[in-house]
């Protein structure tokens, strides 16, 4: 695997590849990475002939109150890692390389409908950051096609519209979450964790897997849903964000014909902010409340 730090570099060695005929899948991330991770370079290797990441901690998606500094960096270790599971080229700029003039000059892309609702209300801007760096990435890399995790599942439909709307004919595969034995999503923010919190945070998975299970029996509202779920954290430790339930496709709020559903959770627990979801089929026999 080779190491590149500036957008010149890496695009140099893209060139010869694509003058091979070799297709390109991109695995974008913010690094210190893990099974999660790893589990699209394994399936990007699927997809395409050469594998490129990149390691990119973009401050344009942070907050001023959020961890951007405490953010973890190993880069050695992530280097490891992919090259271990069949990543050919890894991209790690700097902050300066990716925002020459700076963030606050840089030209912004904002998916309409989808960037504050859920994780966009609670972080505003975080969406028109992510949006942004994936567009500089995708137009650095011009790969073929492009691999996230369905954890972030409203990440994920801010890049599958963004795609769509810019008519670029990049593939978005989503991958499904990747888990930890007692159902906890792998996350990078689960090392915020003490060991005590590492305990409780599977709680989580357990409540989306019971509301789930209330909407598959149709057996409550899904306002009463939302509330009984948020009062289960609660009560496990976590302090509340949002517990919705969603159309898959627009992540909008049902109408009671909705069959595709998401059920999507955010709380912070301890110093970690945790997010996770549930997809769920209704079958036809029945409606949402």
């Given at each position: 695997m080779k190491t590149f730090h500036t957008i010149?570099?890496?695009?140099?060695?893209?060139?010869?590849?694509?003058?091979?005929?070799?297709?390109?899948?991109?695995?974008?991330?913010?690094?210190?990475?893990?099974?999660?991770?790893?589990?699209?370079?394994?399936?990007?290797?699927?997809?395409?002939?050469?594998?490129v990441s990149s390691i990119f901690v973009n401050p344009m998606q942070f907050s001023a109150n959020e961890d951007l500094e405490r953010y973890p960096k190993t880069l050695a270790e992530d280097q490891r890692l992919l090259e271990e599971n069949g990543c050919h080229y890894l991209f790690a700029p700097d902050a300066l390389e990716m925002y020459p003039d700076g963030k606050r000059s840089q030209t912004q892309i904002e998916v309409m409908g989808l960037s504050d609702i859920l994780c966009g209300a609670s972080r505003p801007g975080h969406f028109v950051?992510?949006?942004?760096?994936?567009?500089?990435?995708?137009?650095?890399?011009?790969?073929?096609?492009?691999?996230?995790?369905?954890?972030?599942?409203?990440?994920?439909?801010?890049?599958?519209?963004?795609?769509?709307?810019?008519?670029?004919?990049?593939?978005?595969?989503?991958?499904?979450?990747?888990?930890?034995?007692?159902?906890?999503a792998m996350s990078s923010r689960n090392g915020y964790l003490t060991k005590e919190e590492r305990h409780i945070a599977p709680a989580m998975y357990q409540t989306l897997l019971w509301a789930k299970d209330m909407l598959t029996a149709n057996?409550?509202?899904?306002?009463?849903?939302?509330?009984?779920?948020?009062?289960?954290?609660?009560?496990?430790?976590?302090?509340?964000?949002?517990?919705?339930?969603?159309?898959?496709?627009?992540?909008?709020?049902?109408?009671?014909?909705?069959?595709?559903?998401?059920?999507?959770?955010?709380?912070?627990?301890?110093?970690?902010?945790?997010?996770?979801?549930?997809?769920?089929?209704?079958?036809?026999?029945l409606s949402t409340n």
């Open positions: 010149q570099e890496l695009r140099a060695a893209l060139k010869i590849e694509r003058l091979q005929d070799k297709s390109i899948v991109f695995v974008p991330t913010m690094g210190n990475l893990h099974d999660g991770h790893m589990s699209l370079i394994r399936r990007a290797a699927t997809e395409g002939d050469v594998v950051g992510v949006a942004t760096v994936v567009t500089k990435l995708f137009n650095i890399v011009q790969p073929d096609s492009a691999i996230f995790g369905n954890k972030d599942y409203q990440q994920l439909k801010v890049i599958e519209d963004m795609v769509r709307d810019l008519s670029s004919s990049i593939k978005i595969i989503g991958i499904d979450t990747a888990r930890n034995d007692d159902g906890l057996s409550a509202s899904h306002e009463d849903i939302r509330e009984q779920a948020q009062q289960k954290l609660e009560a496990a430790g976590f302090r509340r964000d949002y517990f919705e339930i969603r159309a898959q496709d627009s992540l909008q709020i049902p109408s009671e014909e909705e069959k595709r559903l998401v059920i999507l959770a955010a709380a912070h627990l301890g110093n970690a902010r945790l997010i996770d979801n549930l997809r769920i089929e209704l079958p036809d026999s």
